[in-house]
């Protein structure tokens, strides 16, 4: 028989351990909220480097053509190979060399264009090893937007193009290209401009002005060309108007110069007339309004003032400000090349013209051809009118 004491004791533990199942309530903390972090204080952006106290020049010339074989064969006796050894050394002296590519540089083909008017039309055609001369010559860069760019069509452009990069030189002329070349730590952007069908249209001043500005935005320095203005011997002086050759216009040579460096250009070198003209300081950049016939073997007068031509180069610091310069004097005396004018008369007729054009230019014109900044009296802004038919 189970005793009294043991079921006491079985019920104890039953009733413990219903005890032990009852739930107990359970207190729930409140939650502190979520701790939000200040929002970090950044530092400000570095100011932009300080580009004051770099430099670079820039060597420019005007018009280039050192050999045509159509239609007939007019090529230098050597094949042009010393036809700018002559002024080599002072084309290779600066950072980067810049000229004018009057024809194209292409083997064979027919023309592009039909001349109507022979006197006023010329078709140049160079081998395309020619570009290799100007390279050993020192050019890094060529404009091709000019009225013989073309003189092969399309595809002359395109075959000079190829062959200046094939020797690495960059060019600018046709719609929409440009060229950039980097050196001492800067980038230039290099932008050719003409009156000529298919090129960065010099006449379409609006535009012309809102693209140089998009590159000002993204390079240290923006050098502009232009092959604008009348031409021949008696067009030395700029009219500040619009100008036309042989009926087809020429833009206003002042009006678009000025407007590029309101638009961010740095310097502006102007040919196309086939002899030299001022130059000016405006707004602390150079502008060269014509750089005339610099080589060119054939076809282009090189008679008197039209065989005149400077080698300029321009000193610019980081910021694209005129430094300093300088004009190597050179001239053309047929079947040679280009040489060096120990009477100085392409420095001579330049300040001799800037002077009278412009009156005070912003320039000293030393006796040994170095140009510096000078004071001007302020600039009275250019009226563009347009040329009436």
């Not at 090893?129 to 091709?144: I, K, N, P, Q, T």
Request: aromatic content about 8%; overall charge negative; charged content about 20%.
């Amino acid at each position: 028989m189970i005793s009294a004491a043991r079921i006491l004791g079985t019920i104890l533990l039953l009733q413990l351990a219903a005890c032990a199942t009852v739930p107990q309530p359970v207190v729930q903390e409140e939650t502190p909220p979520p701790v939000i972090p200040e929002p970090a204080v950044l530092p400000p952006p570095p100011p932009p480097p300080d580009k004051t106290e770099l430099r670079i020049s820039i060597a420019s010339v005007g018009d280039m053509m050192i050999g045509t074989d159509y239609p007939d064969n007019h090529l230098p006796d050597d094949d042009g190979v010393s036809f700018l050894a002559a002024v080599a050394p002072a084309l290779r002296s600066a950072d980067i060399t810049f000229g004018n590519l009057e024809g194209v540089l292409v083997d064979g083909g027919e023309p592009g264009k039909k001349c109507s008017n022979p006197k006023a039309c010329y078709l140049f055609r160079s081998p395309t090893r020619y570009a290799a001369h100007y390279r050993a010559a020192g050019f890094d860069v060529m404009s091709l937007a000019n009225n013989h760019a073309r003189d092969f069509g399309e595809e002359g452009r395109t075959s000079s193009m190829d062959a200046l990069a094939a020797h690495h030189m960059a060019s600018s002329g046709r719609e929409g290209t440009y060229g950039i070349i980097k050196r001492n730590g800067l980038s230039v952007a290099f932008l050719s401009f003409a009156v000529t069908k298919n090129s960065n249209m010099m006449l379409d001043y609006e535009f012309a002005f809102s693209w140089i500005a998009s590159f000002d935005k993204q390079h240290d320095i923006v050098v502009v060309s232009f092959h604008g203005g009348a031409e021949g011997a008696d067009v030395t002086h700029i009219p500040f108007a619009e100008e036309e050759y042989y009926g087809e216009p020429r833009g206003d040579v002042v009006w678009f110069a000025r407007g590029a460096v309101d638009a961010g250009a740095d310097l502006v070198i102007g040919h196309g007339p086939h002899v030299v003209r001022g130059m000016e300081r405006y707004k602390d950049r150079l502008i060269a309004y014509s750089l005339g016939n610099f080589a060119t073997y054939y076809g282009i007068s090189v008679a008197g003032i039209k065989g005149i031509a400077p080698i300029l180069t321009t000193t610019l610091d980081g910021n694209g400000a005129f430094v300093e310069g300088s004009i190597v004097s050179t001239i053309q005396l047929r079947p040679a090349g280009p040489s060096i004018d120990a009477k100085r008369r392409a420095l001579n007729l330049i300040r001799g013209l800037s002077s009278e054009d412009f009156g005070t230019t912003g320039l000293a014109f030393l006796a040994d051809g170095r140009l510096l900044p000078a004071a001007r009296e302020p600039v009275q802004p250019h009226i563009l009118v347009p040329l009436q038919n």
